[in-house]
């Protein structure tokens, strides 16, 4: 059972969205343990942003296709 304190992303597979508010990619997760559950709150470790739940989908869309451009970059 994790720990319930975890609140940073960095220990799992989900990467960190892009704040439109101070341009950090560094996430904080409040409610739940998965960013995409219902409950849950991503906001900016950085500034305390909060994102909304369509902003962060839209953001995390963005951010994967961007890392997955990256990774084909480096063959
Ligand atoms: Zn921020």
New binding site residues.
């Given amino acids: 059972m994790p720990s319930l304190a975890q609140t940073a992303l960095l220990s799992t597979d989900i990467l960190p969205v892009r ?1 439109p ?2 341009g ?1 990619a560094q996430n904080t997760l409040e409610g739940a343990a998965d960013p995409l559950a219902e409950k849950a709150q991503v906001s ?1 470790m ?4 909060v994102f909304g739940a369509a902003e962060y989908r839209q953001l995390l869309a963005q951010r994967q296709q961007e890392f997955a451009l990256l990774q084909l970059g480096q063959l």
Wanted: aromatic share 12%.
């Fill in positions: 704040c508010a101070c950090e900016c950085v500034c305390g942003y």
